[in-house]
């Protein structure tokens, strides 16, 4: 089946971790990726994940990938109130064409 | 390089009008899909295209529709509209390497609906 589920909201004070979590249901999935939307904008993409590692670490994000479990998560370090945003989980899918499925977003809300 | 566009950035339709979105891809992408974003449901995915082909299609009746052009630019189409079509519409390009699946997409701002 094609469905990703994430949690809709996250509240974290400044300077806190925020760890955003994601279960996806097709174990094909080869990539898995998070994005990032601002207010009044579209979706930028953060990092992604190959389907053969377990962790990955771009600066103050760690991408930690349990493929038994389906189970994504995305680790921000020292959260920042320009953290603030919608964060969402996908996958892309091979059914013929590629098929990028989303989550529907968790609102991360950054205390001062 | 220029971004993905997408015009207009806001149109207001009333039901039953049809209604035409435009997208244009990152410079050298051939890849084109297109999102419904509303906040009950979330990202959906309507079709993507690729080299003027629809590649592949999600749950959406047949009122929506779209095409891509030889340039990879793309429009989608939505007639008789109804309520429930109000969203914001969001398109994306990817560069589609043959046979490799990491497709890193890259969003417009979107064109925000409201169906009247």
């Known amino acids: 089946g094609e469905d990703v589920e994430q949690s809709l909201f996250l509240s974290v004070r400044e300077g806190d971790s925020s760890v955003i979590n994601c279960t996806y249901t097709?174990?094909?999935?080869?990539?898995l990726y998070w994005y990032k939307q601002e207010p009044g904008a579209g979706l930028q993409l953060l990092t992604y994940?190959?389907?053969?590692?377990d962790m990955k670490q771009d600066q103050r994000l760690t991408v930690l990938l349990n493929k038994k479990d389906k189970h994504l998560s995305l680790r921000i370090a020292d959260t920042q109130t320009g953290d603030s945003a919608i964060y969402f989980c996908?996958?892309?899918?091979?059914?013929?064409?590629?098929?990028?499925?989303f989550g529907a977003g968790t609102r991360l809300f950054v205390k001062a | 390089k220029a971004g993905v566009t997408q015009t207009p950035r806001y149109l207001i339709k009333t039901r039953g009008q049809q209604v035409t979105l435009s997208c244009s891809p990152i410079s050298g992408h051939r890849s084109v899909s297109w999102y419904q974003q509303t906040p009950g449901q979330g990202l959906q995915f309507l079709f993507e295209?690729?080299?003027?082909?629809?590649?592949n299609k999600g749950n959406f009746p047949g009122r929506f529709s779209g095409r891509q052009f030889s340039n990879s630019r793309s429009e989608m189409n939505v007639s008789t509209l109804e309520l429930g079509d109000s969203a914001l519409y969001l398109c994306a390009s990817s560069f589609r390497d043959r046979g490799r699946s990491n497709e890193k997409l890259f969003f417009g701002s979107g064109t925000q609906l409201s169906v009247l």
């Open positions: 097709d174990s094909s999935s080869t990539y």
């Open positions: 295209y690729f080299s003027e082909t629809q590649r």
């Open positions: 994940i190959f389907s053969n590692m």
């Open positions: 996908a996958e892309t899918l091979n059914t013929g064409g590629f098929k990028t499925i």
